[in-house]
């Protein structure tokens, strides 16, 4: 039995063995639904070159409010222009959830990919880029309805401009959605880390506190913090999944 399979055959057991699993999806099941991770070194120098500007930059709270028109173009072209559909892992974690044994599912994604896939109990750290409302009135708008507007998008009603419904730089994630996602990690019997690494920011604060030895890291690249998790197994999530909850 190679290395892995023994990875995957403890993984499995532990699984079977839990009843309140906490899912931490990283940017490994945007990678794995079609999209792009924006701040890889290949999509900041393209990014770069196209708007002489960083994803940081184009993607802050003080751009959105300078530079508007510029803020939208790169957001509808980048962010809400990606045809992304859920991939195969959302199905997998949609039937664990199913046996009940899904406790939370902790995401940083603010693409809707777990709403379409029917998962329930998602904290949504960064937003959800369906959820806008106006600056001014706070009527709320479709993403269909920002995708479709020219320029920068305006309410109907006050025509002051639309605010996507996500995190942008420059902002701090809401106080009850940290706490509940600490929370659930304090009342976990096993973590999934899922497409992401251990030096993640969502994994490090959420999983400060956490005292058992049952946290599993599921990712295609090696990382000098593999070390903190219990189990590693190198590889595409949506590969893996099927085998240890099988």
């Known amino acids: 039995m190679s290395d892995q399979s023994e990875e995957i055959r403890k993984v499995k057991e532990m699984i079977e063995d839990s009843s309140r699993i906490v899912v931490m999806l990283g940017v490994g099941a945007i990678i794995e639904s079609g999209g792009e ?18 994803p940081d930059e184009m993607m802050s709270v003080g751009y959105y409010s300078a530079r508007r028109d510029k803020f939208f173009e790169f957001y509808k072209r980048e962010i809400i222009g990606c045809d992304l559909k859920p991939a195969p892992l959302y199905n997998d974690l949609k039937r664990l959830q199913e046996r009940g044994k899904i406790l939370k599912i902790i995401t940083q994604s603010y693409f809707d990919l777990h709403n379409e896939a029917g998962l329930k109990d998602v904290v949504e750290l960064h937003g959800n880029v369906k959820n806008n409302h106006c600056s001014e009135c706070g009527k709320k708008f479709t993403v269909e309805y920002i995708r479709e507007s020219k320029g920068v998008p305006l309410c109907d009603v006050c025509k002051s401009a639309i605010r996507p419904g996500i995190l942008l730089f420059g902002e701090t994630i809401h106080n009850d959605l940290m706490t509940e996602a ?58 893996i999944l099927p085998k240890v909850i099988a």
Request: charged share 30%.
């Open 37 to 54: 991770n924006l701040w890889s070194s290949r999509e900041c120098y393209r990014i770069e070159d196209i708007y002489h500007k960083s």
């Open 182 to 239: 600490v929370n659930a990690c304090e009342e976990a019997d096993l973590i999934l880390v899922l497409g992401t690494n251990m030096y993640d920011n969502m994994v490090k604060f959420c999983t400060e506190d956490y005292k058992s030895d049952r946290v599993v890291l599921i990712t295609k690249e090696e990382h000098f913090t593999d070390r903190y998790a219990d189990i590693v197994i190198h590889g595409c999530v949506s590969d």
